[in-house]
C-alpha cells in the first residue's frame, strides 16, 4: 500500500535544526516507500504565526533539498483556512455530548489538576464536567468564556510506534480530559491534526518525540470520529550541550544562522549523521539518502547537537 505522509511545522519563527531533522525524516520515510508527501502548515494560533514564517520555512526546506507532493500556501492545507471542518467535527462532539465547557481560568486549570505525568504535565480532574446548568449560567454572567474539554473515558490506549516501540497511556489517568477549542474559539492542535491528518489521507506520522504523548490521544479520537489512525513514528529532539532542547529562539542553530555557515550537502550530512544514517557528517543529498535510510538505524532517544 502507498505511503501518504506530511510534515506539518508551525510557522512561528525561523525553523532550527531540530525542526529540519524532523523535515528530513518524514521525507525520507516516503520517500523510501515511493510515497506522497504533504506539507501542511499549522498556522492555527494567527496571533503568533505568520504566512512570511510560512513562505521562508518554504524556501528552506527547498534549499536543503525537500519536496512535496501536495501543500504549501494553499489555503487549503493552511491550518487558518480550513476551520470550517474542525466546526464540523466540533458540532458532531457537542451532539454526541462529547465535549463539556471549562470555565477555569489558567490558575484554577493547574490548582485543579495534578503533576500524574513523569514529564510534570498536570492532569486536570473534569471540574467543571460535573457543573450544574445554573453553575454554567452564572459564570457566563460573570463574563466568563468558557474552552471545551473532550470528555476522556477510562481507558488504556496503545500505539505501537515505529521508531520508540509501544506506548500505552491511561487516557483518565494519564491525559485527563484536555481541551479541543480554547475559549478565544480557537480550536486546539489536538483536534485540528486529528481531522487534517484523517481529510488528508494521511496514514504516516513522523514527528519529534515531544510529541508522544499525544499518540494515544489522537489514535482514540481518530477512532471515536470513525477515522482510522495513521501510524506514528516519533523521531529524536536535538539537544543543546547544556541539555535543553532546541528551540526557535537559539539563534545559532536556526536556519538563517546555518545557511550562512553551511552548503545545503554539508547540513544534510550533519543531519544524516544525527539520524544515525552515516557514521561521520559528510557532504550528501537528500536523494542519495533514500536508499540508505531505515528506521532501524534512527536512534530512539534524543541526540546531543553540540553548536555546529
Known amino acids: 500500500m502507498e505511503v501518504k505522509g506530511r510534515f506539518a511545522p508551525t510557522p512561528s519563527g525561523r525553523m532550527h535544526l531540530g525542526n529540519m531533522l524532523a ?5 525520507l520515510d516516503v520517500r523510501s516507500a515511493g510515497g506522497e508527501l504533504v506539507l501542511r502548515i499549522e498556522d492555527l494560533d494567527t496571533q503568533r504565526t505568520s504566512r512570511e514564517f510560512a ?8 534549499w ?3 519536496d512535496w507532493d501536495e501543500g504549501g500556501l494553499e489555503a487549503g492545507y493552511m491550518q487558518s483556512c480550513r476551520t470550517k471542518y474542525y ?14 465547557p471549562c470555565y477555569c481560568t489558567r490558575s484554577e486549570r493547574l490548582a485543579a489538576s495534578a503533576p500524574h505525568r513523569d ?3 498536570v ?8 457543573l450544574t446548568a445554573a453553575e454554567r449560567e452564572a459564570l457566563e454572567l460573570q463574563g466568563r468564556r468558557p474552552a471545551w474539554r473532550v470528555r476522556c473515558p477510562d481507558l488504556k490506549v ?19 480530559d484536555f481541551i479541543v477549542r480554547r475559549s478565544d474559539g480557537v480550536f486546539a492542535y489536538q483536534l485540528a491534526v486529528v481531522v487534517d491528518d484523517a481529510l488528508m489521507g494521511i496514514d504516516h506520522v513522523v514527528r519529534g518525540r515531544d510529541l508522544l504523548c ?12 470513525g477515522y482510522v489512525p495513521p501510524a506514528f513514528f516519533h523521531v529524536p529532539l536535538l539537544l543543546a550541550p547544556d541539555g535543553r532542547r532546541l528551540a526557535k529562539r537559539d539563534r545559532d542553530m536556526d536556519m538563517g544562522s546555518l545557511r550562512e555557515r553551511y552548503g545545503p550537502e554539508e547540513l544534510t550530512g550533519l543531519l544524516a549523521f544525527y539520524a544515525g544514517l552515516l557514521d561521520r557528517p559528510e557532504k550528501v543529498t537528500a536523494k542519495e539518502l533514500v536508499s540508505l535510510f531505515s528506521w532501524a538505524k534512527v536512534p530512539k532517544n534524543d541526540v546531543v547537537a553540540g553548536t555546529p
Open 87 to 100: 466546526e464540523e467535527v466540533f458540532r458532531t462532539l457537542k451532539e454526541r455530548g462529547a465535549v463539556y
Open 64 to 66: 536543503l533539498g525537500l
Open 23 to 27: 523535515a528530513l525524516l518524514a521525507w
Open 123 to 130: 492532569v486536570y480532574d473534569g471540574r467543571c464536567y460535573h
Open 158 to 176: 496503545t500505539v505501537e510506534d515505529g521508531n520508540c516501540g509501544r506506548y500505552t497511556e491511561d487516557l483518565a489517568r494519564d491525559c485527563g
Open 55 to 62: 513562505a521562508q520555512l518554504l524556501d528552506d526546506l527547498r
Open 214 to 225: 499525544s499518540a494515544p490521544r489522537q489514535a482514540w479520537l481518530h477512532q471515536m470520529l
Open 119 to 121: 514529564d510534570g504535565a
